[in-house]
């Protein structure tokens, strides 16, 4: 059964890397950015346009820490959109940034009310999902500080505080 099983999964390794395979003239068209890149080297490219299909992870909800193992995140699409999950449910809402001063690394960050599926968690998951969600429709400002994506609520003295999990993914 072992060998059945690794014959299938090296022919499928083989055959998606063939279907992988493209000339530097078909490749995407949005690069991807490292965190080298984001830090070291002058941006010239809009914050919104380098947020477009990445995927981030919410280290810090304001100040608060978070519940390592619940792996709340934040996605930003192509259509104004914002997706992820909450550490209990799936959500989504519709964001809006706005350029404050023509800055490469803040803008301004509004987030219409978060939609939601209703799985029932643990008090403590649903205590920070919920707290979580609240601190995004009072979102006013997003910044890119080094490797952290951090969005700034109003009420909060500390931001929430992100890592990068994807750099311009494809839309599913």
């Not at 890149?37 to 380098?50: A, E, Y």
């Not at 029932?120 to 400002?141: D, I, S, V």
Request: with cysteine.
């Amino acid at each position: 059964m072992n060998q059945k099983f690794f014959a299938l999964a090296m022919g499928a390794s083989v055959m998606v890397a063939n279907l992988g395979y493209f000339t530097a003239s078909q490749a995407p068209a949005f690069p991807a950015l490292s965190i080298a890149q984001m830090t070291d080297t002058p941006i010239t490219q809009p914050l919104s346009d380098r947020l477009v299909n990445t995927e981030w992870l919410l280290e810090d909800l304001a100040g608060a820490g978070v519940i390592d193992n619940l792996q709340t995140t934040l996605r930003f699409d192509e259509t104004h959109r914002i997706s992820g999950y909450g550490g209990c449910n799936r959500y989504r809402a519709t964001a809006q940034l706005t350029a404050q001063a023509e800055q490469e690394i803040e803008m301004g960050f509004t987030v219409d009310a978060v939609a939601s599926t209703r799985m029932l968690c643990t008090p403590a998951a649903m205590n920070q999902e919920a707290r979580y969600f609240q601190a995004l429709e009072k979102a006013e400002r997003i910044r890119l500080e080094g490797s952290f994506l951090l969005v700034y609520s109003e009420g909060s003295e500390a931001p929430l505080r992100f890592t990068q999990l994807t750099t311009a993914v494809e839309s599913p």
